[in-house]
């Protein structure tokens, strides 16, 4: 990830305000699912308040949604299984 991307999302984080440790824990998960983009949102644009990861390979589907980063694990994780019964698809 680039140095632009990587101050971009901080100032993000800071005028959404989100919570203390939020982004952290995003900087941590990108670098254990590096195939996908997460971030943190308020629930202002999309639903509740909570993470959400796309696929970088797949922006077309709808988010992935952890209530915590434990949930969004488990959702990548699913994801993950999910696309490698895929025959041809990339993971």
């Known amino acids: 990830m680039d140095e632009q991307w990587i101050r971009n999302r901080t100032l993000i984080a ?3 305000a989100w ?4 982004l952290a ?11 996908y983009a997460i971030f943190w949102d308020s629930g202002r644009s ?3 308040d909570g993470y ?3 696929h970088r390979a797949d922006s077309r589907c709808d988010p ?3 209530e915590t980063a434990c ?3 488990a959702s990548m994780d699913a994801d993950t299984a999910r696309r490698a019964k895929l025959p ?3 993971q």
């Open 14 to 16: 800071e005028r959404l």
């Open 19 to 22: 919570p203390d440790g939020a």
């Open 25 to 35: 824990v995003v900087e941590r998960l990108e670098e254990l699912y590096p195939r």
């Open 46 to 48: 999309r639903g509740p």
């Open 52 to 54: 959400y990861a796309l």
């Open 64 to 66: 992935l949604f952890g």
């Open 71 to 73: 949930d969004l694990i």
């Open 88 to 90: 041809g698809w990339c």
